[in-house]
């Protein structure tokens, strides 16, 4: 009859200790691993609201910067328009013959 066939960890003390601490490392491990995960979630569930945020500022940003852009515009136009006027009426004064 053949001897049985035994595990490596019942003939050798060193063995045991190392298939001990490798399935320890594996629970730590794992362990990290499940609150890294965690905290990536929570993490992104939490910028939701600022980005959100974030958005809705930038857009009234450039809404603003789109209403001065049109304000200065508008303003350029209207002297024009008055500085147009001034020189017409300069001009209709001084073409007025003399009494």
Do not use: F, W
């Not at 939701?48 to 930038?58: C, I, K, V």
């Not at 304000?71 to 136009?77: A, E, L, T, Y």
Request: charged share 15%; hydrophobic share 40%.
């Amino acid at each position: 009859m053949a001897p049985a066939k035994t595990a490596p960890s019942d003939t050798n003390p060193d063995a045991t200790k190392i298939a001990d601490a490798m399935i320890n490392l594996q629970d730590e491990v794992s362990h990290q691993i499940s609150d890294a995960v965690s905290l990536v979630n929570v993490g992104t569930i939490g910028i939701g609201p600022a980005y959100a945020t974030l958005q809705a500022m930038l857009a009234q940003s450039q809404a603003q910067g789109v209403l001065m852009a049109n304000m200065v515009s508008g303003q350029r136009q209207l002297s024009m328009t008055g500085m147009a006027t001034l020189t017409k009426s300069i001009e209709q004064m001084m073409s007025r013959p003399n009494r």
